[in-house]
Nanobody, 124 residues
Framework: QVHLGESGGGLVQRGGSLKLSCVVS????????MAWFRQGPGKEREFVATINWNGDRTYYRDSVKGRFTISRDNAENTVYLQMNSLKPEDTAVYYC?????????????????WGQGTQVTVSS
């Protein structure tokens, strides 16, 4: 059974940084595209960033480009999301997701496995 476990969330002030981690167990991590999604209070879940199986292709939603960086370590079965210059509108529960294919995309319905989420709160 594939399990995704996120960590690294917390409370940070506007302009601060956080680094989220997601460890994948029970599956073939190196064969998966990975992504981060988020769901803010009263909002629908939305795409944040995605990375293909070997890390040479990444895509971001426009509002986080230049501030967030997705990366992966296939030896550690871990995907990361480095978040800099955080804004209050980044406040959300952040979810890690895995897709059983090499290529990445931004559609949540294409992802097969999900973590439980980690809360990120940015104060103003």
């Amino acid at each position: 059974q594939v399990h995704l476990g996120e960590s690294g969330g917390g409370l940070v002030q506007r302009g601060g940084s956080l680094k989220l981690s997601c460890v994948v167990s029970g599956g073939a991590f190196a064969d998966y595209a990975m992504a981060w999604f988020r769901q803010g209070p009263g909002k629908e879940r939305e795409f944040v960033a995605t990375i293909n199986w070997n890390g040479d292709r990444t895509y971001y939603r426009d509002s986080v480009k230049g501030r967030f960086t997705i990366s992966r370590d296939n030896a550690e079965n871990t995907v990361y999301l480095q978040m800099n210059s955080l804004k209050p509108e980044d406040t959300a529960v952040y979810y890690c997701a895995a897709r059983r294919t090499y290529s990445a995309n931004s559609y949540s319905t294409d992802y097969d496995y999900w973590g439980q989420g980690t809360q990120v709160t940015v104060s103003s």
